[in-house]
T-cell receptor, first 117, second 114 residues
Framework: GAVVSQHPSRVICKSGTSVKIECRSL??????MFWYRQFPKQSLMLMAT?????????EQGVEKDKFLINHASLTLSTLTVTSAHPEDSSFYIC?????????????FGQGTRLTVV | DAKTTQPNSMESNEEEPVHLPCNHS???????IHWYRQLPSQGPEYVIH???SNVNNRMASLAIAEDRKSSTLILHRATLRDAAVYYC???????????????FGKGTKLSVKP
């Protein structure tokens, strides 16, 4: 399957600082990228959807000014958690989707474990 | 995207087949049935997907009911590495010209005994 690389895999930051997470599609053009958040023992929760060159669409309850999403190219999307607080500590996962082979598979990054102290 | 219903957990013995069921009674004509699995502390991994016909790949088989209201993911010989949470998700192929988002339910936690 296609490869989606997410970086960093782990990050610890101080409360009040900002953290940027990168998501790259390595061998296909990702027309759409999705960002998810997953708390312990829970399922993935969709945060936002972004199409290349357009503003992201955020799910209800997700603050767009806190979780900045940029999808400037067909292979890169970034999620910036601004002014992070301990309650933002979570597992963040990106997904990239595009025409890969047959059908409409989406492929996921390895995830980023964010810990805010 | 329409909702799916899966058992919370299932157990299997190593080397035996596993049948993971999924109900999706409100599926629409343009919904694809996708299966993903997630190992602990990793992102979800694509397993298989289909529309109407049964599908096979190197990882698994997908059996789709004739009325498309249910499907079954089949792992032919479970290994310890197959222990994961398996998600059955419906995805609308015609979502606004872009790729429809994947909405995750709680999935089925599969345990494999040696």
């Amino acid at each position: 399957g296609a490869v989606v690389s997410q970086h960093p895999s782990r990050v610890i930051c101080k409360s009040g600082t900002s953290v940027k997470i990168e998501c790259r599609s390595l061998d296909f053009q990702a027309t759409t990228m999705f960002w998810y958040r997953q708390f312990p023992k829970q399922s993935l929760m969709l945060m936002a959807t972004s199409n290349e060159g357009s503003k992201a669409t955020y799910e209800q309850g997700v603050e767009k000014d806190k979780f900045l999403i940029n999808h400037a190219s067909l292979t890169l999307s970034t999620l910036t958690v601004t002014s992070a607080h301990p309650e933002d500590s979570s597992f963040y996962i990106c997904s990239a989707s595009g025409q890969v082979g047959w059908g409409t598979e989406a492929f996921f990054g390895q995830g980023t474990r964010l810990t805010v102290v | 995207d329409a909702k799916t219903t899966q058992p919370n957990s299932m157990e299997s013995n190593e080397e035996e087949p596993v049948h993971l069921p999924c109900n999706h009674s409100t599926i629409s004509g343009t919904d694809y049935i996708h299966w993903y699995r997630q190992l602990p502390s990793q992102g979800p991994e694509y397993v298989i997907h289909g529309l109407t016909s049964n599908v096979n790949n190197r990882m698994a088989s997908l059996a789709i009911a004739e009325d498309r209201k249910s499907s079954t993911l089949i792992l032919h010989r479970a290994t310890l590495r197959d222990a994961a949470v398996y998600y059955c998700i419906l995805r609308d192929f015609n979502y606004g010209g872009s790729q429809g988002n994947l909405i995750f339910g709680k999935g089925t936690k599969l345990s494999v005994k040696p």
